[in-house]
């Protein structure tokens, strides 16, 4: 057995913030080598134990800086991305990204994060894959484009979108118009995202004839949804009956993706979130796939992510003020 030292110098990068808060990032990725001694000294980082680790070591290594420079940040989602087999290729540069579609006036609709590459590949090996998340992480951008991708291959026949009216409790009638125009506010990110990647003319006609159909949930009880792309949005917001019932809806040929956002749940506070539940319940059987994604993923303007982060500090804060003072408030 070989055994040996790395002094690995941290050039051109914040260390600190590389390493985490109180060197979070650091204890995630020894935690990935308990055979290897891990120190670091500011810049430095010394790595002692078996050759063979050593240099797995430093593959890894490479591959975390690689994805610091890129991004500015580095999270513990992202390391345990990329300490997977397939993490170097989860990594490769927007520039070399496989194309999901080409959209509407020449864009060009690719996997732009860490996690929207892996929801790429997870889509890929599973029938059915929950997507969580912050909001602005392209959860649903990066589903709808796949929906379309497999449509235009004729993978499916057909595009299902749906998610919970939750906000008008799935009661509509109080509301003026027609159903169509009851329920368009709720679903209009869904119509949002389509109108990037298929012409007007061409979206509207394949609404008119059932080819994409954007619905509420409430409309997919009873029905056995086949040869379909169908995705969940908001998926949050449903209860875990409802859940149930949508995932039961699966037919032979189907792909379903699950989408949502578990820290905006709109639920009345006693009502468990479908969303949690399933997810620690099915996140081990075999053909369904979870994917995860984090603060590092937001894509719509950069202050979204520290309003994020503000807020989940705050939060924090609130949760530990409640715990040491009872039900005093805050």
């Given at each position: ?256 993706v699950i989408t949502g956002d578990m820290s905006q749940v709109d639920l009345p506070r006693k009502q468990r979130s479908g969303l949690t539940y399933a997810c620690r319940i099915l996140r081990d ?21 520290k309003i994020i982060s503000a807020f989940e500090k705050q939060e924090e804060l609130d949760k530990k ?10």
């Amino acid at each position: 057995m070989d055994l040996g030292t790395r002094n690995i110098e941290l050039s051109d990068i914040n260390a600190a913030a590389f390493f985490g808060v109180n060197n979070q990032n650091l204890k995630r990725i020894k935690s990935y080598f308990p055979k290897l001694s891990v120190t670091a000294r500011g810049h430095l980082i010394l790595v002692k134990g078996e050759e063979e680790l050593l240099d797995y070591f430093e593959v890894k290594l490479n591959l975390l800086l690689r994805h610091f420079e890129k991004f500015n940040q580095l999270t513990e989602n992202n390391i345990d991305n990329l300490m997977l087999d397939e993490g170097e290729k989860l990594l490769n540069d927007d520039d070399g990204s496989e194309t999901i579609v080409h959209g509407n006036g020449g864009l060009k609709i690719k996997a732009r994060t860490l996690n929207q590459k892996k929801l790429v590949e997870v889509l890929r090996k599973n029938d059915m894959v929950f997507c969580i998340g912050p909001a602005g992480t392209g959860k649903t951008y990066t589903a709808v484009a796949l929906a379309v991708q497999a449509l235009k291959k004729k993978e499916v026949k057909k595009i299902i979108l749906t998610r919970p009216a939750v906000e008008a409790g799935e009661n509509l009638g109080f509301l003026p118009g027609d159903l169509k125009e009851k329920l368009d506010p709720y679903l209009m990110p869904l119509y949002d995202a389509l109108r990037d990647m298929i012409p007007p003319e061409r979206l509207a006609e394949m609404i008119q004839y059932g080819v994409i159909e954007i619905a509420p949930l409430a409309f997919m009880r009873g029905r056995t949804l086949d040869k379909a792309f169908v995705i969940l949005d908001e998926a949050q917001n449903t209860t875990i009956m409802q859940m149930k019932m949508f995932l039961t809806r699966m037919g032979m040929t189907a792909k379903f993706v699950i989408t949502g956002d578990m820290s905006q749940v709109d639920l009345p506070r006693k009502q468990r979130s479908g969303l949690t539940y399933a997810c620690r319940i099915l996140r081990d059987i075999e053909g369904i796939g979870v994917v995860e994604m984090g603060n590092s993923d937001i894509i719509r303007h950069k202050i979204i992510a520290k309003i994020i982060s503000a807020f989940e500090k705050q939060e924090e804060l609130d949760k530990k003020f409640k715990e040491d003072h009872g039900n005093q408030g805050v």
